[in-house]
């Protein structure tokens, strides 16, 4: 499964994720393509009878740039990995070395634990000025605590 490929114990198959990535990186370039397109499409919103914030068309523009590029130098990168096989051994061994997995695990762990803790403390603030706001961060949080739960069983079930 995939998520033996997080564990330190499971071995890697370094161009199996980097052709994984290069499809990733496609598919995050595609979405802010479309994101981009959206932010043209704002502006002939109003002529249908819909309104469009100034904002949304900025929301649209940066976001799709930024997934754009993003997903674009993923792509790049991974694909200069599988042609030079120089770099691809330097990035292997540098991806597979126990030390930066149990870093990068570590660093995910404490920033879940964060954002957990920074959502409780969004919804004691918003509680005093939008209700809707409220309610929004509950499902935020909700979903992410259903997420951990899930997780959670699918890991022991592997383990």
Do not use: H
């Not at 564990?7 to 199996?16: L, N, R």
């Not at 042609?83 to 997995?101: A, C, F, G, S, Y």
């Not at 634990?113 to 969004?122: C, D, N």
């Not at 979903?143 to 890991?155: A, D, M, S």
Request: proline share 2%.
């Amino acid at each position: 499964m995939w998520l033996n490929q997080l564990f330190t114990e499971s071995p890697i198959d370094f161009e199996k994720r980097c052709k994984t990535r290069i499809v990733w990186g496609m598919l995050l370039a595609l979405l802010g393509l479309a994101a981009v397109i959206l932010s043209f499409l704002t502006d002939w919103i109003p002529m249908i009878g819909l309104e469009a914030d100034v904002f949304v068309s900025g929301f649209y523009t940066g976001t799709g740039y930024g997934l754009l590029a993003a997903g674009a130098i993923t792509a790049i990168r991974n694909i200069r990995y599988l042609k030079n096989p120089q770099l691809k051994k330097k990035r292997e061994i540098w991806e597979t070395d126990e030390r930066n997995r149990m870093l990068g695990l570590r660093s995910w762990a404490y920033a879940g634990y964060s954002m957990f803790v920074l959502l409780y403390i969004g919804m004691l603030i918003s509680a005093l000025v939008s209700v809707i706001v409220l309610k929004v961060l509950l499902v935020i949080a909700a979903g992410y605590g259903l997420l951990l739960l899930l997780f959670r069983i699918l890991l022991q079930k592997n383990m």
